[in-house]
């Protein structure tokens, strides 16, 4: 699935090059924005990934926060956000890790800091990330043998716990829409984790993330604008 993903970001990421050739840039705004929306995540399992790949079902979770575009030039900016994620990944039943289906939940406050190349009404960015996990739940469903469970993840240095702290780089493309002050934005990014988040078995953090967000010049600079 993953594979799918990298090729339509390189698709997107070739259109919205093509298109901008012949087009003229805008000047560059500072402006805060806001957004909600949904996330396609799951985890690669490192060695044990390829074993376990046709046991791995995608895990819908959401993302809401906020983040501020300062302008550098007219074809540059930086994009610091914050927000916070709720994530997870899906095995099906008869895999060879947790035998049960499982489904793992993450709770985790999110920052990442992303250059931004604007190409007119497009943009490309990408940028590392840091991440810190405040909670979890573990959920096995049940047999008939055995009974389910769902249990709050540990964190800690010990076999069986989680770790608090992720790092990564996220990368995607943009589309602005601006209706008078208003801006709306169509942004699709994928997110690439580099720590493994639990001790005993090796797991990436990977996303999907298409949201809509929604951003205002600051006042003092509408005002000068208007």
């Keep these: ?69 300062a302008a550098i030039n007219p074809h540059f900016s930086l994009v610091p956000e914050l927000y916070f994620a709720m994530k997870g990944g899906i095995l099906k039943e008869n895999n060879g890790l947790t035998n049960n289906r499982s489904t793992i939940r993450l709770y985790s406050v999110e920052m990442p800091v992303l250059a931004r190349l604007h190409l007119h009404r497009f943009y490309l960015n990408a940028g590392p990330y840091a991440a810190y996990t405040l909670g ?47 801006h709306l934005t169509l942004d699709a990014r994928y997110g690439y984790g580099f720590v493994t988040i639990s001790n005993d078995v090796k797991r990436y953090n990977r996303l999907l993330a298409i949201s809509l967000v929604v951003s205002k010049r600051p006042r003092n600079q509408t005002e000068k604008k208007g």
Excluded at 38 to 55: A, C, D, I, P, R
Excluded at 138 to 146: A, F
């Design 1 to 69: 699935m993953y594979a799918h993903i990298k090729s339509s970001i390189s698709f997107l990421t070739a259109t919205a090059l093509f298109m901008a050739i012949s087009t003229a840039t805008f000047a560059q705004e500072n402006r805060f924005s806001i957004s909600f929306n949904s996330l396609t995540t799951n985890f690669n399992y490192g060695s044990l990934n390829k074993e376990l790949k046709s046991h791995k079902k995608d895990f819908k979770g959401l993302q809401i926060g906020a983040s501020y575009q």
């Design 136 to 182: 979890g739940r573990l959920k096995l469903e049940g047999t008939e043998e055995t009974p389910g469970s769902s249990t709050k993840l540990s964190f800690g240095t010990s076999p069986g716990e989680f770790k608090r702290w992720d790092a990564g780089v996220q990368a995607g493309v943009g589309y602005n829409f601006k209706v008078k002050s208003t």
